[in-house]
């Protein structure tokens, strides 16, 4: 599958960022500030874990000649973050090969260069010298690992110390009913809309604080404290399946996203450091929530699931809305199975994950309905997630490792909330799998 999706991609997109399958060629995009090759920097490591040896060293050679940070234009930070940043410093760690450390602090330096603002850092879209306009929540808050791990490459405190003042300006915000809005101003200070969501636009902000508290070999406990507060309670349909909707003003939107469906795994990596009367209750939840996302997979007609599904009186885990029934590749459901069945080795994970990778394989289009299909395949394949599925728990041990949003490892036992660090390199070298 892996090979597949890259002989594509270096046939008809070589140092583009996206494949375009129809057309044949390569998509830039609109997201990326100008920078080239996602696709190769988000297959870094997944070519390195499958000991795919000539792509990979095709996916290096691209980086060391063609990798250029002299560009401009509008990007995500949260894009930028997590795949370029996020990817390099995966790539650094399982390689120990100094180009992609080197690449990853001069990208993070140039997204410092562009801060034009004390709160929240860094607005969601922007140009690399631009004002920008309303901060994400997920944006704020899905920057704490990949910084983190450029203070200790580069020894420059400022990353870690924007990231620590987000959490902080977070943390002390005053939150409508103890909940965390998705949208803030950064001119303001004050939360724009009264929207929560653990799925897109605050997903990974939830999914950032456990692994935060993971990563600093469990003394961040501010970290923690946020997780465990923010959790809120699941809803249960009156069929029966577990879901987590989204908040509107006071008013829930019996609405699960694709994107949401990360948060079964989320729970079942924190449940074990939970207070001891909810360990049990977390683990549950859990499991329910990842069933919730396959029964959505198994009641779209098809075996792949959309991109959002409802919950009503009629229906339960379909989607109801045209424009919500696609399929885009999306990992967050293949991401839960591979933490249950790390954390439970409940078989029935690696059956489901088998019913994805046949769907796959024989060759189902990413639709549910007659119409157009995607011109691009999106950079996030999920096959690394797939790939851990059916491998032995040592293979990026979850003792020892922590994914970033973007399926990109880092180490654990990083550094505490005060700066002192826990974990060398030579630490990090003897925990990475057997060098190519």
Not at 97 to 113: D, M, N
């Amino acid at each position: 599958m892996m090979q597949f999706a890259w002989a594509n991609y270096r046939r008809y997109a070589m140092g583009k960022n996206e494949l375009r399958p129809l057309s044949k060629d390569g998509y830039q995009g609109h997201i990326f500030g100008g920078l080239n090759g996602a696709t190769i920097i988000d297959s870094l490591d997944t070519l390195y874990l499958m000991e795919l040896k000539e792509e990979f060293q095709e996916a290096k050679a691209w980086v060391e000649n063609y990798f250029h940070l002299n560009v401009t234009g509008e990007a995500s930070l949260f894009e930028v973050n997590i795949r370029y940043i996020g990817g390099l410093l995966s790539a650094f760690y399982l390689t120990g090969e100094e180009v992609f450390r080197s690449k990853a602090i001069q990208l993070g330096e140039k997204l410092l260069r562009s801060d034009r603002g004390w709160f929240c850092v860094f607005r969601g879209n922007w140009g690399w010298a631009s004002t920008g306009g309303s901060s994400i929540l997920a944006e704020c808050g899905s920057l704490h690992l990949e910084f983190l791990h450029l203070t200790e490459l580069s020894g420059n405190q400022i990353f870690a110390e924007k990231v620590r003042k987000i959490r902080r300006v977070l943390r002390e915000m005053k939150k409508p009913y103890g909940l965390y809005p998705n949208f803030l101003s950064p001119v303001t200070g004050n939360w724009e809309q009264h929207h929560v969501s653990i799925g897109g636009l605050g997903d990974s902000f939830y999914e950032y604080l456990i692994k935060s508290w993971l990563m600093s070999a469990k003394t961040d406990t501010e970290a923690k404290a946020m997780y465990y507060e923010a959790l809120e309670d699941a809803k249960d349909s009156p069929g029966g399946l577990t879901y987590i909707a989204e908040w509107r003003g006071g008013i829930l939107d019996h609405k699960m996203g694709h994107l949401a469906c990360f948060s079964g795994g989320m729970i079942a990596l924190g449940a074990e450091d939970a207070k001891e009367e909810k360990r049990a209750h977390y683990q549950e939840l859990a499991a329910q929530i990842t069933r919730t996302c396959h029964e959505s997979y198994a009641r779209s007609g098809n075996p792949l699931g959309p991109e959002a599904f409802w919950f009503n009186s009629n229906k339960e885990a379909e989607a109801t809305h045209e424009g919500e029934s696609y399929y885009i590749l999306r990992p967050e459901v293949v991401e839960s199975y591979m933490y249950l069945w790390r954390l439970t080795h409940d078989p029935i994970y690696r059956e489901w994950g088998w019913e994805v990778v046949t769907a796959k394989l024989t060759g189902v289009q990413a639709r549910f309905k007659p119409g157009p299909l995607d011109p691009k395949l999106e950079a996030f394949l999920g096959v690394q997630y797939l790939y851990l599925l059916f491998s032995e728990d040592d293979t990026l041990s979850l003792e020892d490792w922590v994914f970033n949003t973007e399926a990109h490892p880092l180490p654990g036992h990083h550094s505490d909330s005060s700066g002192h660090r826990t974990w060398g390199l030579s630490d990090v070298t003897r925990a990475a799998v057997t060098p190519m």
